[in-house]
């Protein structure tokens, strides 16, 4: 089962501005992690944050956490044409194993 | 170079034909995972494996079967009974360390094997 909707489902924006995507889940977890993936290729990992933490930065990447709401947020920033990728939400649905649940994913487009 | 490979890239079967895919890494990381993605959907967990010789079915485990012999191979096997095959399907691996800690590892995942059933 699915845990997390990232929403929107699609982005179409320029480069240099900045893309936001949203991610909602279900159940309770210990942290969520947000991955990359460039068309017909692996998943590349980008940043994780725990449940204990509401912001965390990585260069041009900005994730937000509100336990609260169940949902997080990737704001990336400054994009670039080889920002085009989908971007996925991953969390571990608060167990005691190394599962994690993805979400549907943000296909995101950035015209150059 | 440290890494984990699938192969092949792609494969293309018959009907009622099993096929293995290779997964192998040089991380050494004690977890190995296989994720099935159909087009623009996520990923779906079918089989996990936190140690050498034991395995666990993940969401959608009917139709697919595993070993884990060694610790830097986990070799994926369609069989017949699986009714929709095509797809995206993804190796990953990760330290294996966070089991019960209260925290998740990272995975590192392979480039896929593209399986099309004709």
């Known amino acids: 089962s699915q845990q997390g909707e990232e929403d929107p489902q699609a982005l179409s924006i320029q480069e240099g501005e900045n893309a936001t995507m949203n991610c909602s889940y279900k159940?309770?977890?210990?942290?969520l992690q947000w991955y990359r993936q460039n068309s017909g290729r692996g998943l590349v990992h980008l940043i994780l944050i725990r449940s204990n933490e509401r912001e965390k930065h990585s260069g041009r990447l900005r994730v937000t956490l509100d336990t609260s709401k169940k949902s997080s947020s990737l704001l990336i920033t400054a994009s670039r044409a080889a920002d085009t990728a989908s971007y996925f939400c991953a969390t571990d649905g608060g167990g005691a194993t190394n599962k994690l649940i993805f979400g549907t994913g943000t296909l995101l487009a950035v015209q150059p | 170079d440290g890494g984990i490979t699938q192969s092949p890239k792609y494969l293309f079967r018959k009907e009622g034909q099993n096929v293995t895919l290779s997964c192998e890494q040089n991380?050494?990381?004690?977890?190995m995972y296989w994720y099935r993605q159909d087009p623009g959907q996520g990923l779906r967990l079918i089989y996990y494996s936190q140690i050498v010789n034991d395995f666990q079915k993940g969401d959608i485990a009917e139709g697919y079967s595993v070993s884990r012999e060694k610790k830097e191979s986990f070799p994926l096997t369609v069989t017949s009974a699986q009714k929709n095959p095509t797809a995206f399907y993804l190796c990953?691996?990760?330290?294996?360390?966070?089991?019960?800690?209260?925290?998740?590892?990272?995975?590192?995942f392979g480039p896929g094997t593209r399986l099309t059933v004709l």
């Open positions: 990953a691996s990760s330290i294996g360390s966070g089991t019960g800690g209260g925290w998740t590892d990272t995975q590192y």
């Open positions: 159940t309770s977890i210990n942290n």
């Open positions: 991380l050494n990381h004690d977890a």
